[in-house]
């Protein structure tokens, strides 16, 4: 099927799709700073540039979005059915690039956790699973000095 737009259209749509300050960025960051956590955004010092840095736990949030980072199994990481071969090799570009950036994170001494797009409907589990993740290392810490 043909797109439903023409190329001025799309491409003017296109250009809106924003890599940070996203509405499922916003939310995780409105959560974790409800809980009481502090944070720092978009440190172009560490690889990939993380959506939300933890200084103080040595830790780091990426908020992806389902469709551009291909969210396993799940029902919007759709792929287009036009342009197949532009699609398939951008996505895996998209996934390469996350594994790749995880990596030189944890080489780094950073904890790593994403928060998917999907995820984000249900503020309650998010909320639980940033908690988590952030008091995992506090926990740690206070058993080695025990």
Known sequence: MADVFDTAKRSEIMSRIRG???KPELLV????????????????DLPGCPDIVFPKYRAVIQVHGCFWHRHPNCRFASSPKTRTEYW???FEGNVLRDRRNELALTDLG???MV???CETKDTKAV???I?????EKESD???STA
Do not use: M, P, V
């Open 127 to 129: 909320a639980a699973r």
């Open 110 to 112: 950073w904890r790593t």
């Open 20 to 22: 940070r300050d996203t």
């Open 115 to 117: 928060i998917w797009e």
């Open 88 to 90: 398939t090799k951008k």
């Open 141 to 143: 810490s206070d058993e």
């Open 29 to 44: 960051r409105r959560i974790a700073h409800g809980l009481g956590f502090r944070f720092r955004l978009h440190r172009r």
């Open 131 to 135: 908690e988590s993740f952030l008091r």
